[in-house]
């Protein structure tokens, strides 16, 4: 096994927004208001995840296509967790429908982005209108249904802690033995919290399906491939009493990553970006390793921005997508948080080309369809903790 750091391995395996004020904790940062109102154009970019992505637009993209774009301010609005997302589509189909601007103009938040997509409610793109998506695998772009934008990829990993930990299980049976027979050293959170778990789930639900079953739920809400899941589900509950602490469940993706940083577990499901990103910042220690299970492996996926499509400033928008997408985006995604780039290798230094010359966003087992997947987070609510 190979420890992580700049350089991703190929790995095939999932990934996760925000309200109006008064539905919860969504916080306004960038540029002050004086900066805002002095420059010819603000716009918003809306994010849902944690705060590893709300550090990559802030600290990463937006200083650098500020820098190249006088004039033009960009803001963001945060939702950690994701907390608000019905909310959040419910206001983009409401501005859309009377035909007014939602009050930002990007927005990157998986199950938003998706299911406003399919309630109209964003720009149609492809190549005539995002001139970088003609470096993009068309695979790639046509998982965005028409709407959704690709900008960065990443997978789900198995973690473990080298020094406790001498032979990590290689396939998804051996990974629940190994959890039955060392209780309190395996820790995931919960579908509703985070990708990471969400995998996790994901892939002891699709060990009890059919390949034909499994490809279904991939792609709409099917009732009948749903019903299959309780057998996974009963297996998730037995898990319990050999999780950590005997069935507690961590809330969200980095509180995994501070557990197994602590030393307070061995092992445990990660996103591929964020492992990388804790292990450079020190949170998780040289000590700790990955592997990627296979039969079924964990899942993953590209990340998809979205334009409103009632959006006021859907051009200026578009030309940050495009800048999202240049060479310079995609090298501030790779070594900001270690995303896969979703373009061409050989538009990018020959330095990010040879780091993830293995990391095929094409090639990564997809999660569920959006409903699916809250449907899957809510049964998951009710039946195994």
């Not at 601007?101 to 982005?113: E, K, M, N, Q, S």
């Not at 051009?315 to 501030?332: K, P, Y």
């Not at 061409?344 to 087992?365: I, K, N, Q, Y």
């Amino acid at each position: 096994m190979k420890k992580l750091r700049h350089v991703l391995a190929a790995s095939t395996a999932l990934c996760a927004v925000g309200a109006l004020a008064a539905c919860g904790p969504v916080a306004a940062t960038g540029s002050d208001a004086d900066a805002a109102a002095a420059s010819d154009e603000s716009i918003t970019v809306f994010i849902s995840g944690d705060v590893n992505v709300q550090d990559l637009w802030e600290d990463g993209l937006i200083p650098a296509y500020e820098e190249a774009n006088p004039g033009v301010t960009v803001r963001t609005t945060i939702d950690l967790h994701g907390e608000h997302d019905q909310q959040t589509v419910a206001k983009l189909t409401t501005s859309t429908q009377a035909g007014d601007d939602p009050g930002y103009d990007l927005v990157d938040a998986g199950f938003v982005t998706s299911s406003a997509s399919e309630a109209g409610a964003l720009l149609e793109v492809g190549t005539d209108t995002i001139a970088g998506l003609e470096n993009v695998p068309e695979t790639t772009i046509e998982a965005g249904g028409g709407f959704g934008i690709p900008y960065r990829a990443s997978s789900v990993l198995l973690a473990y802690d080298t020094t406790k930990v001498d032979a990590p299980p290689e396939t998804l049976d051996d990974l629940l033995a190994w959890i039955d027979e060392n209780p309190g050293e395996f820790a995931y959170n919960p579908p509703s919290t985070g990708g990471s778990g969400g995998a996790f789930v994901t892939t002891v639900l699709d060990s009890f399906l059919t390949p034909e079953e499994q490809e279904s739920l991939r792609t709409a809400a099917d009732a009948d491939a749903m019903a299959g899941w309780d057998a996974g589900f009963d297996r998730l509950a037995e898990l319990g009493a050999s999780v950590y602490q005997g069935g507690v469940y961590p809330n969200g993706n980095t509180q995994v990553l501070e557990l197994l940083g602590s030393g307070q577990i061995s092992m445990a499901p990660v996103w591929s970006d964020q492992f990388i990103t804790s292990q450079e910042s020190g949170l998780i220690g040289d000590d700790v390793a990955y592997t990627q299970i296979h039969d079924p492996s964990f899942t993953g996926n590209a990340s998809y921005l979205g334009i409103p499509r009632t959006s006021d400033s859907a051009d200026t928008a578009i030309d940050l997508v495009d800048f999202v997408l240049s060479s310079e985006g995609q090298q501030i995604i790779a070594e900001q948080i270690s995303g896969y780039p979703v373009v061409d290798l050989s538009t990018l230094p020959e330095s990010v080309a040879e780091a993830f010359a293995d990391a095929d966003p094409t090639a990564l087992r997809p999660g569920y369809y959006s409903e699916v997947g809250s449907e899957m987070a809510n049964a998951w609510d009710q039946r195994v903790p």
